[in-house]
């Protein structure tokens, strides 16, 4: 995780800020599960409307073309394990050494290490190891919501390029939180569990977990363990992927006797997963600058969230911040700071249209300003 906003270089700051703004704005975006046959279908009414019949032939393979490149085909019937030919990548080498192990054939969206160690105390990484900037997500519990979903965003130094090894990352850090940054969240995977393999085909990304045979949850924290993996897999590959779920290398009908995984698990709705609040950056344990921009996203009555700031039990700053869309919609907002140097905790939280409830949803993040 980036801890330390004025120890990165200029472009590695921008391309984190740009992550993460992406990142927040394809959470708000629902994909329908039928989205693809609709563009297949106005894609062949359209070229049946416009395109000469000697043509129809060379169109037909080009319009196939360009789906298979751009959302893929629909994929074979489920294995239970990684398919023949499909991206993979095994347990981690123990070597902090940069390894050139099999990947999926994209490269690293993040790409070389620009200056800086990829992690908190970490040593300075080799020359041209690949270094990635990831969403991980955690499970706090909500106020009134009940286990809800927050998310961080971690530098990891990965082992390989493409898709496939920074997934072992992500969800490595996600079944570990070794380097989870607010003490308010946490993993509910059973201590232990780690990432055997992660391959990809398609749309469908296959994580194979050992150490995870058993964990003493209810329906509802069985439920958001599932959806951390989800949301992590799908903020990393991005769209709505289908996972393909293996424990110690075999499928599991009903994990942990609660949730049915017999298919493909995909991510929920926004509006029943993630908490209602989240800020976005900075981040829980940031240093920053004594200007700085606040980012929040939720969904909040009449977009409205209010953001305050505190030093000790001493509030210094209290505002409106207004989102660009309300519930149930899912909107964010940004205020700018100034304070001077000091240790702060920032706030934000929507406050109640029901009388006597007070506060909703507080999330807060201790931050340095210098």
């Not at 347990?91 to 994209?106: C, I, K, L, M, Q």
């Not at 994580?207 to 951390?228: C, E, H, K, P, S």
């Not at 406050?351 to 340095?368: K, Q």
Request: proline fraction near 7%; hydrophobic fraction near 40%.
């Amino acid at each position: 995780m980036d801890t330390d906003h004025d120890n990165q270089p200029g472009d590695a700051r921008t391309a984190d800020l740009l992550r993460r703004a992406l990142h927040t704005e394809a959470d708000r975006t629902d994909v329908r599960p039928d989205g693809l046959a609709a563009i297949r279908g106005k894609i062949d009414a359209h070229r049946r409307r416009r395109m000469p019949a000697v043509l129809l032939g060379a169109a037909a393979a080009t319009v196939a073309a360009s789906l298979v490149g751009v959302v893929g085909c629909l994929p074979p019937v489920p294995q239970p394990g990684p398919p023949s030919g499909a991206a993979s990548v095994g347990p981690a080498p123990t070597s902090g050494a940069p390894t050139s192990g099999p990947t999926d054939g994209s490269t690293d969206r993040a790409g070389p290490a620009t200056g800086g160690p990829p992690t908190a105390g970490a040593a300075g990484q080799q020359a041209g190891t690949p270094v990635a900037t990831l969403p991980v997500y955690y499970v706090g519990a909500a106020d009134g919501d009940g286990l809800r979903l927050y998310r961080e965003f971690h530098r990891f130094q990965l082992t390989g390029t493409g898709v496939v090894a920074e997934l072992r990352a992500a969800l490595g850090e996600m079944l570990t939180a070794a380097r989870l940054a607010d003490p308010d969240y946490r993993t509910l995977w059973p201590a232990g569990a780690t990432v055997a393999t992660v391959w990809t085909q398609y749309d469908i990304v296959g994580v194979n977990i050992t150490g995870a045979g058993v964990a003493n949850l209810d329906a509802a924290g069985a439920a958001a363990a599932v959806q951390q993996l989800a949301w992590t897999v799908a903020g990393v590959t991005g769209g709505d992927p289908r996972i393909r779920l293996l424990l110690d290398g075999e499928p599991v009908p009903r994990l942990w006797g609660h949730v049915d995984t017999r298919d493909e698990i995909t991510k929920g709705a926004a509006l029943d997963t993630l908490a209602m609040l989240w800020l976005i950056d900075p981040q829980h344990g940031d240093t920053v600058g004594r200007t700085f921009t606040v980012h929040l996203a939720g969904s909040v009555h009449e977009a409205t969230a209010q953001l305050r700031v505190r030093q000790g039990e001493k509030i210094v700053h209290q505002r409106y911040v207004t989102l660009d869309a309300g519930a149930p919609g899912r909107g964010e907002g940004f205020a700018e700071l100034t304070l001077p140097p000091g240790d702060y905790t920032i706030e934000a939280y929507e406050e109640s249209m029901v009388e006597g409830e007070g506060e909703r949803h507080l999330v807060d993040a201790a931050v340095t300003v210098r």
